[in-house]
């Protein structure tokens, strides 16, 4: 069997920048819900041949960002607050498995790391700044993941929080979500006073409440 001339990780990484690009671009709102999808427009627009698009769109079909009908138009999946309600929940318990699963292997320079995310947050909240609020969150918790050592975990964590971030990005400002660096506080406290339980209680309500409309304000 002839050797292949070029290298089967360099296929791979293109294959996973497509992904990434294009799933990017659907998180931060610049391909809509509802808007159709063009594969060799997406194919020009990030240089690339119509195979890698496909692939990645059958991806993003499986991570529920798209819409993908074989001999029918492909959209950007809808927004559709049952399957948000739904990606919560799994996210909640998988990143309450990774806090217990990490919690002996979390060091003093991890928990400052998270810290410092923390800190991040409440800062970008204050301006706003929607990107580096939720690249902090995303740091916050990339930590018990990476500690937790499963990249099963970690991979199915990365497809369903896309969701998540989606609405947060389409609606930031009037969801839920201030309330976050204090229970980021009271995740690493739990951390720090060694009860495990109570920190991934605190997780799982953090992920819970995560992507929530606001609560109506009261009649004045």
Known sequence: MPVPSTP???????????????RDAIVRGRLAPGEKIN?????????????????????LGRD???????????TVAPEDEATLAHAREVAAELHGLAVRTAASRLGADDLATMDEATARLREALSV????????????????????????ILADQLDAVTAMLRR????????????????EHDLIV?????GDVPGAVQATRANWLGLGRPR?????P
């Open 8 to 22: 089967a990780r360099s296929r791979s990484l293109l294959r996973d920048d497509v992904y990434g690009q294009i």
């Open 39 to 59: 594969d060799a427009e997406l194919g020009a627009w990030l240089g690339v041949s119509r195979t890698p698009v496909r692939e990645a769109l059958l991806r």
């Open 64 to 74: 529920g960002l798209v819409l993908a009908r074989p001999g029918r138009v492909t």
């Open 128 to 151: 706003p700044d929607p990107a580096a609020a939720l690249q902090a969150d995303d740091d916050f918790h990339a930590v018990a993941v990476q500690a937790a050592g499963n990249p």
């Open 167 to 182: 609405a947060e990005f389409l609606h930031f400002g009037s969801l839920t979500g201030s309330d976050s660096p204090a």
């Open 189 to 193: 406290r739990r951390l720090r006073e």
């Open 215 to 219: 609560p109506a304000a009261p009649p």
